[in-house]
């Protein structure tokens, strides 16, 4: 069987190799703790479960059109504009899974050879995004000192004729890093001097501890470069539903919803009535941030005792980042950590090359698992 370069050349997932690899240990009797998966331990609210299941049994279960029912495109709409500040109305939205969208954009701006800016350290998928486009993706350091945020003149010196698209993550996937008002102002004048397209993923939004979420689009003139993405899989633990949106400006919608027409279709009807309640739902989203304030603290004050680790407060997420002082690559540290104490995290290199000697460590899971996961974690950096 002969496959494409472009999928021989692809990485597979570094987190879900990790759960796959936790998963064969529990399948051998291992107790296993994952601190690894970046996934909310919640269950979908359930206003929301029960109006998916009111729109099945009254025959919501045939395609939408491909940009989402008209409903919640105004929904949408309407939250980013009393929310966040951002001018757009129904007709700048898509319906779609977020993960999918941030591909669509991406697809949608390159051509082969064209440069792609990406946070470094930065969520796994967005690098093998690029190259699966046949782009090329350049890592801009998140500076640990700056508490991992982005470092313009690094930022600035990267940009030449090939440059095309600039992605931001806030907050930040795996840092737990926001972006504030002064940093996007700073990218603003990068973006809008250099004509790039910025791509914002905003999917942690609502899961902020210090400080506040802003989206770029609050900036009238970059809002007409800048495509958001966000959705409802970590703010309502509805990751299995596979529902998301993106805005951008009117004449980018036409050639994105063609990427949507070819390949999904349509985001799931079901889950789009069920995307209309999560909307309204606030009260289960708030205590579920303030459960992962919780943890986060815990997680933070523990971390911080360990000697050999250098621990920033996230800000927001539930992920922490910690720095260590061994000479080990990171993702031998992860196996390491999996074979000798049966604990699962992300090795900081699958963010890119400026995760290495760090590692990733969710707090999406219980605190009974947190106290005992750090115990093992202790011990196998004490025997280090």
């Known amino acids: 069987m002969i496959f494409s370069k472009r999928i021989q050349k692809m990485a597979p997932s570094s987190t879900l190799s990790l759960v796959e690899l936790a998963n064969k240990f529990r399948e051998k ?25 009111e729109a099945m049994k009254n025959g919501k279960t045939h395609y939408t059109p491909p940009t ?31 993960k999918l969208g941030i591909f669509m954009a991406v697809s ?41 945020t982005m470092d313009i003149d690094d930022l600035v010196s990267k940009i030449n004729f090939k440059t095309k698209v600039l992605i931001i993550n806030s907050p930040s996937n795996p840092t ?11 990218i603003r004048d990068v973006v809008v001097d250099f004509d790039l397209i ?41 990751t299995g539903w596979r529902i998301g949106y993106l805005i951008a400006p009117h004449s980018f919608i036409p050639q994105l919803e063609k990427m949507q027409q070819h390949t999904i279709s349509c985001a799931p009807s079901m ?48 992920y922490i980042f910690p720095r260590y002082d061994f000479d080990l690559p990171s993702k031998v540290f992860a196996e390491e950590l999996m074979i000798k104490k ?7 290199s699958a963010f890119g090359p400026h995760g290495e000697g760090y590692f990733r460590l969710s707090f999406a899971t219980s605190m009974e698992n947190l106290k005992e996961g750090i115990k093992r974690l202790r011990e196998f950096i004490e025997e280090l």
């Not at 929310?83 to 939205?93: I, M």
């Not at 049966?342 to 900081?348: K, N």
């Open 342 to 348: 049966q604990v699962a995290i992300t090795p900081g």
């Open 198 to 238: 910025l791509i914002s993923d905003e999917i942690y939004e609502k899961i902020i501890y210090e400080g506040e979420h802003i989206s770029p689009g609050v900036f009238e003139d970059l809002l007409n470069y800048t495509v958001i993405i966000n959705g409802f899989s970590k703010s309502h633990a509805m």
């Open 271 to 318: 889950a789009q009535y069920a995307a209309l309640q999560a909307l309204k739902e606030k009260e289960a989203v708030h205590k579920m941030v303030e459960e992962f304030r919780m943890r986060r603290n815990f997680v933070y004050e523990e971390l911080s005792k360990i000697e050999g680790l250098h621990v920033k407060r996230p800000k927001g997420t539930f």
């Open 108 to 148: 949608t701006f390159i051509d082969p050879g064209d440069e792609v800016l990406i946070p470094d350290p930065g969520w796994v998928s967005y690098r093998e995004m690029v190259n699966f486009a046949r782009g090329k993706p350049v890592g801009i350091r998140l500076v640990e000192e700056k508490h991992f």
């Open 176 to 186: 737990g890093s926001i972006l504030t008002y002064e940093d996007l102002k700073a």
């Open 29 to 53: 009797g291992y107790n296993i703790i994952s601190m690894a998966v970046g996934e909310p331990d919640f269950t979908t609210p359930s206003s929301v479960i029960e109006a998916a299941y």
């Open 68 to 98: 989402g029912i008209s409903e919640l495109r105004e929904a949408i709409a309407e939250k980013y504009r009393v929310e966040n500040g951002v001018n757009v109305d129904a007709n700048n939205v898509i319906v779609t899974p977020a």
